[in-house]
């Protein structure tokens, strides 16, 4: 089999297909997520803290000087993107639940009936109950 008919198979298997859809979806959903938590969460946590804007926070290690730009620690950032990190597993993880909900269970198989002892069983079954005695 030559190098290109192997990879046409391997991708045109469904995993891949469904693979490739999941991450384009949650590139679209991840847009979604960060709008909802710059543009209408962070404002209004912004103004619960006092008009706070987390995305400047920083703790500068040095100035700027002339044309070099000032070295900071950009924590600001980090929370802004630690919100957005929660609330997108959050978001995933109740899609997923409202998923589980609306797929039906598969019916539980019924009991199989006991398969009925072999003769040598009921033969032994019937000298216990003898010896018993």
Do not use: H, W
Not at 106 to 112: H, R
């Amino acid at each position: 089999m030559s190098f290109i008919q192997e990879f046409k198979e391997f991708a045109m298997k469904g995993n891949v297909i469904d693979m490739a859809v999941g991450v384009v979806i949650g590139g679209a959903f991840g847009k979604i997520v960060t709008s909802l938590v710059s543009d209408i969460m962070m404002p209004v946590l912004g103004l619960l803290t006092g008009g706070m804007n987390f995305t400047d926070l920083k703790i500068v290690l040095k100035e700027a000087v002339g044309q070099t730009p000032a070295v900071t620690i950009n924590y600001g950032s980090f929370i802004q993107v630690t919100v957005d990190f929660i609330i997108i597993a959050f978001c995933i993880f109740c899609a997923i639940k409202a998923i589980n909900k609306l797929k039906k269970p598969a019916p539980a198989p019924e009991p199989a009936a006991p398969a009925e002892p072999s003769e040598e069983i009921k033969l032994l079954t019937e000298i216990r109950d003898l010896l018993k005695k």
